[in-house]
């Protein structure tokens, strides 16, 4: 699901907002999470999933199309880890067979 659809989703269910007042909502919240995570705060929504910074640490790298080695230095990069409801809910319903839209695989 993109951005788009989603703020399409919202609209079709949520009729008092429309889809402006949505997509300014959600760009709102994208915005200061980004803006959080780069202080590097962490973010929890209880039952969805907490978002945080993991240390990649600098390390020797390879270039795929000559093999020559390339120096990485050390990033930070976001992480996300699902909370239980969310790790729950995305069981029971590709377990229950009733989502056609993802393959064995994960892709969709």
Not at 3 to 16: D, F, G, P, R, T
Request: hydrophobic share 30%.
């Amino acid at each position: 699901m993109t951005k788009s659809e989603l703020i399409e989703k919202i609209a079709a269910v949520q009729n008092q907002l429309s889809a402006k007042d949505v997509e300014l909502a959600i760009k709102t919240m994208l915005d200061h999470m980004s803006d959080a995570l780069a202080r590097g705060e962490r973010i929890e929504i209880r039952g969805f999933g907490s978002f945080s910074l993991n240390y990649r640490s600098a390390r020797i790298g390879r270039n795929p199309k000559t093999g020559e080695e390339v120096s990485l230095v050390g990033k930070y990069v976001p992480h996300f880890k699902p909370g239980k409801e969310l790790r729950e809910r995305v069981n029971l319903g590709l377990s229950s067979g009733s989502s056609s839209d993802y393959s064995s695989d994960g892709s969709t």
